[in-house]
């Protein structure tokens, strides 16, 4: 056999080969990128159903949308273009059939080795069932706060306010905290000095309340807006408890907005808020003589008995 024929052998089987098994493989992979575009546009599609008309901010439905479509986008791309590296293993020739065994000892081996890591995912895909939290939400776990940015199977990433990301895997959260599921609170406990007027103090607090109500920028975030009462009878103060319910995310702002008006208005109205006083006496040497004497006086009769 010349060159001349083995090169004609060599182009007639490439060409078979490009025409089955090449082919074959192209569509492969241009069934998997569009599998996982259309994926990713059912995920867009899903998010904008539950968009509301405020851009600035995200409601429970959208954070919980964003959530599951991430770890829906994320799975899909593992576990696609997994399937079509073992379909195009097969295309080019290679025996699969012990890749596939080997993956199923080294998987079986994995599992005893690495059961933190099974444990994860296991903790992950219960909180997407149970929907402790979502993207956007201000939680506490494992003794970490923070806004949450992401959520996986296998980890959630949240950041704090001086911007530290934390990075947690799911296995490792035993108590969540969430501030800004459903509904968020502020209670503040004013303080108030025992000179003050309590009728007054909280005749103050309750103007604040619809104040702050009737203020363009919280108008829609104040749900509700209590006076509790009296909560503690201190050693310098009479604590008044408030009760702020608010959306989510804005409790903070509207928390401060309040402490800055009950200065304010107390300023304005004579109502002092006190500070810990403690009263401290000084004692002299004269103030000393007359316990010396007595003393001295009690030992020279016991003596003489």
Known sequence: MNFNEILDMIIIQ?????I??????????????????????????????YQDDDPTTKNEQERRAETLVSVLKITTKIAVWTIVLFMVLREIGAN????????????????????????????????????QYRVGDVIQIAD????????????????????????????EIKAVDNYTFSESRQVIDVGISYNSSMDKAIEVIEAIGEEMKNMPEFAEDIRAFEILGIQRLGDSSVDIRVKISTEPLK???????????????????????????????FRTEDDLKPRISIENETKQNNKGE
Not at 144 to 171: C, K, Q
Not at 256 to 271: G, M, P, Q, S, T
């Open 14 to 18: 490439g060409g078979q080969w490009l």
């Open 20 to 49: 089955t098994s090449g082919l074959r493989i192209v569509l492969y992979i241009i069934g998997a990128m569009i599998l996982v575009r259309v994926v990713r546009r059912i995920g867009k599609a899903i998010i904008a159903r």
């Open 96 to 131: 699969i059939t012990p890749l596939l065994t080997g993956a199923g000892i080294v998987g079986l081996a994995v599992g005893f080795g690495a059961q933190n890591i099974v444990r994860d995912f296991f903790s992950g895909f219960l909180i997407l069932l149970e929907n």
């Open 144 to 171: 970490r706060a923070g806004l949450v940015e992401s959520i996986n199977l296998r980890t959630t990433s949240i950041r704090n306010l001086e911007g530290v990301l934390h990075i947690i895997p799911n296995g």
């Open 251 to 281: 409790q903070w702002a509207i928390g401060r907005k309040f402490r800055y008006l009950v200065k304010k208005r107390f300023d304005e109205n004579d109502i002092e808020i006190p500070f810990p006083h403690r009263t401290v006496y």
